[in-house]
């Protein structure tokens, strides 16, 4: 089961040595606010050229790499900045948040440790650390620190102590989609457990043996306050990992809303592990309790534009009850 967790990655200045490294390095943050990525961490690496002992400069590249979705490449960076500057406690929260994205709770949990060992009142950090607690199966350790959170005003760390430790809101929410009756789409398989709920469905009497199209929804249980960007870039890189050729592509998005959502498709031609072609659409909405995600997907190379046009259709329809 993956269970993904909220990170928070913020790029700061601070001064530097070297008046031309500090110029590259304000160019580069310039360019970061401005979602000009490449060539922000073209500036840092220039930057770095003339002045390698800045933790500022590293830290900042790795945060641009961590955007990109570049987690090994955030990971070298952080541990540079780290390694110069042992009290980088952004360098340690945003690891840690790449370790949390990875399923390396452990790893993540001593870099929460060390921030909060550095700044207990570190924004977030005793929440994320709540939650790694809650996935490594350590409930009373987690509450403790929604608590502490809350003590300290984390606004977010009272829904954080209904959700993990009374599980009540979780009950009280639920997506609504209905699936066209027309279709003939039926419950192939239901899984559940306390984290997560899982369901494919399949249509006109087909089976996992023969299918043409197939449904997916998942519920991630107690998942909260993730930028579902960052969700399904990372669902891309996971199929990048089978099907090197993926195309990834964001069909529509609304982040600005009570429900952030973002309907995308990956489609991957045959390659690297895949035998055969196969195009997904996606949905990912985010709750107030628990994260949702839909996946159609057909065996062909990529999604027919009437489709994609169809499934986007579809997937509008979907709200958030709750009860």
Known sequence: MKKTLTIIATIISLTVFGQSAEELLVSGIEKANNQKYKEAIVDFTKSIAKDANNAETYYNRGTI???????????????????????????????????????????????????????????????????????????????????????????????????????????????????????????????????????????????????????????????????????????????????????????DMDKKIEYPWIIFSIECPISGQLKTPESQLWLIIQGNASMYLVDRAIKEESLPSKIKLKWTNFYKTAKIISK
């Open 65 to 251: 790499k961590m955007t990109i979705s570049d987690f090994d490449g955030a990971l070298l960076d952080y541990d540079k900045a780290i390694k110069l500057n042992p009290k980088q406690t952004n360098a340690y929260y945003n690891r840690a948040g790449i370790y949390v994205n990875t399923q390396q709770y452990k790893k993540a949990l001593l870099d929460l440790n060390k921030v909060i060992e550095l700044d207990e009142k570190f924004p977030s950090a005793l929440t994320l650390r709540g939650q790694v607690k809650y996935a490594l199966n350590d409930n009373n350790g987690s509450c403790n620190d929604f608590k502490r959170a809350n003590e300290i005003g984390d606004k977010k760390a009272e829904t954080y102590i209904s959700k993990y430790c009374n599980e009540t809101e979780i009950d009280k929410e639920s997506l609504s989609l209905k699936w066209p009756e027309d279709e003939k789409w039926k419950i192939a398989e239901t899984q559940e457990n306390d984290r997560l709920k899982f369901t494919e469905l399949l249509r006109n009497g087909e089976t996992f043996e023969n299918w043409t199209e197939i449904g997916t929804m998942l519920v991630y249980k107690g998942v909260t306050g993730e930028d579902i960007e960052f969700r399904a870039n990372l669902l891309y890189e996971q199929t990048k990992q089978q099907c090197p050729k993926a195309k990834f592509t964001i069909v």
